[in-house]
């Protein structure tokens, strides 16, 4: 590492100009991240116009600060209101929601803020240390590869299926039979509808807040009168030594688990805060309280994407290939200030690098006191009283459906999928693995597709790819594994039940 040329670099971030800026977009970040529908991507990118007039530096510096900010502010309604914020605060919903009906909002709000930046500072260090090296190996990831790692994400439906395997393996089956409506990826072909609004698909951000946001409110209306309100008990604005203690190994698993999967073009952080939960509860000495409140599992979820975040920048910086869709408008935003991101940036423009390297610790930290301002006023919103939090809920539901293609088909959608949830929590079936599926349905078919077509109908050679084949035996493994721990966490909570019922 040039020492020189870092502290050049330092002295173009280290300004109050460039610094306010980056402290500006974290906030924005986080307020965005919060709002059910209205995605980082979407807010990079209507941000890149208004920084025409600035230096490379503090608008990079601001984007990456909204891009970091986003992937806490998804917790924060996903907390509170059961809703994730950002698909990338899917897996946080699991513990976190359940966490605020037991009075402890402002614990779980710490709790992901401290986890969100312990992720993003290993990843920053990742990329800053690490790059050329994962840049290398994410190369040799093509379609079986990333079939594989889909295979691989899809085995953890077990692990967030809960009590009844079956009920997830249903639903689960459900989400990636309705991830092949509309038209096939590779030859164009229409598939079960010809309605313009599923033409690319079912619309997964309407998706997401149907089965999460109008579902939440569904079900609330029917307590609306009779439920008592929940207080958030907010002792601190982090976590305590001994909840840090106690989610100590899962951040560090979820920030590794989101460096390395970040690296790999096309995957995202909604998977690498999944596959990060279920090794956290395959791992846990009481997996049974996964679900249930558990802080590990907000810890695993909310260190994961936010490291994933940080690990989707290494292909983009060193090969040009962007990690995810907002490192894809980052990489815009990189072009139209006249740089080229891959690996002549290493050579021509390392100073601008390194000043990059520097405005991701600091939009970190600027997310981490942004956070904490803010902590105390977020998990009041769980004080205020059903009917005047629901039709709130309901409204930034349905306008954030609206914006994402200003398409009045996807408000319709949304409903309709929170009628679908509503139904199925009704009947004790789990939502989660319909999410994962939509996620990784297409990815998981497109890439299996693609290899069949290089090797002639070959499925067999697959299992002759070191990686891909590693990776399928990973799944099979953590499938097992998880039947195993589930059905344990089955029968201690029977015989606790038990217990209670002897007189």
């Known amino acids: 590492m040039d020492v020189e040329m870092l502290t050049g670099a330092a002295a173009l971030v280290f300004n109050p100009h460039t610094l306010f800026i980056i402290v500006t977009g974290a906030a924005a970040g986080i307020v965005v991240g919060a709002i059910p529908g209205l995605t980082s991507t979407m807010s990079i990118a209507l941000l890149i116009p208004f920084t025409h007039g600035m230096s490379i530096i503090p608008a990079i510096g601001m984007l990456i600060g909204v891009f970091f900010g986003a992937m806490y502010g998804g917790s924060i309604a996903a907390i509170l209101i059961n809703t994730p914020g950002t698909p990338a605060a899917a897996a946080t919903v699991l513990d976190g929601h359940p966490m605020t009906k037991k009075g402890e909002a402002g614990k779980a709000l710490a709790i992901a803020l401290f986890a969100s930046i312990c992720g993003g500072m290993t990843g920053a260090l990742a990329m800053t240390f690490l790059s050329p090296f994962i840049s290398r190996f994410a190369l040799r990831f093509g379609p079986a590869e990333l079939f ?77 009168f009779s439920a008592e309100k929940v207080k958030a008990k907010i002792s601190g604005v982090l976590p305590t030594w001994q909840d840090i203690k106690k989610i100590g190994r899962a951040v560090f698993t979820g920030s590794t688990i989101g460096s390395f999967i970040g690296t790999i073009p096309g995957v ?77 940036m290493y050579v021509q423009h390392l100073d601008i690098v390194y000043a990059v390297f520097i405005a991701m610790f600091l939009s970190n930290i600027a997310v981490f006191l942004a956070g904490m301002a803010g902590i105390k006023f977020f998990a009041k919103i769980v004080s205020i009283e059903r009917k005047l939090l629901l039709p709130a809920v309901l409204v930034l539901s349905l306008v954030g459906s609206f914006a994402i293609n200003r398409n009045m088909f996807d408000v319709f959608f949304a409903i309709g999928m929170g009628g679908v949830g509503y139904l199925l929590t009704k009947y004790g079936f789990p939502l989660s693995p319909i999410l994962l599926a939509l996620i990784l349905g297409p990815m998981s078919e497109a890439n299996l597709r693609r290899f069949m077509m290089i090797h002639d109908g070959e499925f067999w050679l697959i299992f002759t ?37 002897k007189p």
């Open 465 to 501: 790819r070191p990686i891909s084949l590693i990776l399928i035996l990973l799944a099979v493994a953590s499938l097992v594994s998880s039947v195993i721990n589930q059905r344990r966490i089955n029968r201690r909570i029977e015989a606790e039940e038990a217990a209670l019922l």
């Open 148 to 224: 594989a790692l889909a295979v691989f994400g899809l085995s953890v439906i077990i692990s967030i299926s809960g009590k009844s395997l079956l009920k997830g393996l249903m639903v689960g089956f459900f989400g990636l039979l309705i991830a092949t409506v509309g038209m096939d990826r590779l030859s164009g072909y229409l598939r079960f509808t010809r309605h313009m609004g599923l033409v690319e698909g079912i619309p997964f951000i309407p998706g997401l807040i149907g089965l999460f946001a109008i579902t939440e409110v569904f079900n609330g209306i029917e307590k609306i």
């Open 268 to 344: 995202g952080s909604d998977i690498a805060a999944f596959v990060s939960y279920s090794e956290a509860k395959r791992t846990s000495k009481h997996p049974e309280k996964f679900g249930t409140g558990a802080p590990e599992g907000v810890a695993a979820a909310e260190s994961a994407n936010s490291s994933c975040a940080c690990g989707s920048m290494i292909p983009m910086l060193s090969l040009g290939v962007p990690g995810d869709s907002n490192t894809a408008v980052l990489m815009g935003a990189f072009i139209i200030h006249g740089f080229q991101p891959g690996p002549m």
